[in-house]
């Protein structure tokens, strides 16, 4: 099993910045890919970015440039630093981890909330 527990949200206005991090534990070994996930009021889950255990990451179009993936596999922690925050980007963000281990099996965190506004 896998537990991740995500930190660093709040409120921030616009033009602010935020620093997201989860926490990884359990049975993670292998490859595997982690990833931050968002959720607006009355809107499907979507995804942020994703970076592999090997370093490969993935942006969604509407962050690209703005926000930033990082991994410390050595302390299982993923983070998202996220500048240039408007209110487009106020959500519930979740924490992602899939394992590749015989078959796929993806965890999720209970989500922070991320608000912006002014």
């Known amino acids: 099993q896998v537990q991740l527990v995500e930190s660093g949200g709040g409120s921030v206005q616009p033009g602010g910045s935020l620093r997201l991090s989860c926490a990884a534990s359990g049975s993670i070994f292998g490859f595997n890919v982690m990833g931050w996930y968002r959720q607006a009021p009355g809107k499907e889950r979507e995804l942020v970015a994703t970076m592999t255990s090997s370093g490969i990451t993935n942006y969604a179009a509407s962050i690209k440039g703005r926000f930033t993936i990082s991994r410390d596999n050595a302390k299982n922690t993923m983070y998202l630093q996220m500048n240039s925050l408007n209110a487009e980007d106020t959500a519930v963000y979740y924490c992602?981890?899939?394992?590749?281990?015989?078959?796929?099996?993806?965890?999720w965190g209970q989500g922070t909330q991320v608000t912006v506004s002014s």
């Open positions: 992602n981890l899939v394992r590749f281990v015989g078959v796929r099996s993806d965890y």
